[in-house]
């Protein structure tokens, strides 16, 4: 049953968060999940979650799946402009299982790295190979992490969630220098980007998928559904 929590103090969520995250009972590291369209605040949730969960004295591994971007070619092999090839070719969902999931979930050998690829310098890199505590907390934001390749993998899964429009006009002020022009940014959100979100939204279905969804239209003032332990 989902239950509707009305709009509080972002620390209230965050209190919320953490003390949900810290009751997930596995015996391997909690791998949480912070997904949410493209400028939604993701990255910026996840890097205060993990902050607080820090303070309180637990082992965090930060990751993004910028990290584990697919070559350049490949993620534009439909078009520069397809949705589908953002949502079908843009990262790489099996390292981030081999190199990170896996190594952090049941029966794993605990050895994991945080990235693979870097998108800007279109090159692999080899990040070092680490070794997590059992009890640690892994912290992972990124577009498309509830999609069917790898939504069994999570042990929590917040979805931060905001309209289009105002993720767009985030965007604008955020990604001109990646762009080169608000002109520019506009057109790739409008043709490429959310449509590859409704793409997603369509097959994934990650706001039933996530134990809670976080609507951060405002940041200061988030309202947050609860869902349970939801079906990955």
């Known amino acids: 049953m989902a239950s509707l929590v009305a709009e509080m103090a972002r620390s209230d969520l965050l209190a919320y968060l953490v003390s949900s995250v810290e009751a997930v009972r596995v015996p391997h590291p909690i791998r949480v999940a912070v997904d949410g ?3 939604a605040g993701k990255t910026v949730l996840a890097d205060e979650l993990g902050q607080a969960l820090a303070s309180r004295g637990r082992s965090v591994i930060r990751a993004s799946v ?7 070619a490949e993620r534009s092999r439909r078009g520069p402009e397809s949705p589908e090839s953002y949502y079908e070719d843009s990262f790489d969902t099996i390292g981030i299982q081999e190199s990170l999931l896996a190594p952090l979930g049941p029966g794993g050998d605990l050895c994991y790295r945080t990235a693979l690829f870097d998108y800007r310098e279109d090159r692999p890199v080899h990040s070092p190979l680490l070794e997590a505590p059992r ?8 577009v498309f992490l509830l999609r069917r390749e790898l939504r069994r993998h999570w042990d929590y ?8 429009e105002v993720t767009l006009q985030r965007a604008l002020r955020r990604d001109v220098g990646l762009f080169g022009s608000t002109a520019e940014v506009e057109r790739r959100y409008r043709e490429r980007y959310i ?3 409704r793409l997603y ?8 998928r996530a134990d809670v969804v976080v609507v ?7 309202t947050w559904q609860t869902r349970g332990r939801a079906q990955r």
């Open 37 to 39: 369209p493209d400028a």
């Open 66 to 72: 910028d990290g584990f971007h697919r070559p350049r």
């Open 135 to 142: 009890d640690a907390i892994l912290v992972f934001d990124g």
């Open 157 to 164: 899964a917040v979805f931060v969630d905001a309209r289009f």
């Open 195 to 197: 449509p590859g979100q």
């Open 201 to 208: 939204y369509a097959r994934a279905n990650p706001q039933a």
């Open 216 to 222: 951060n239209d405002d940041p200061s003032v988030p």
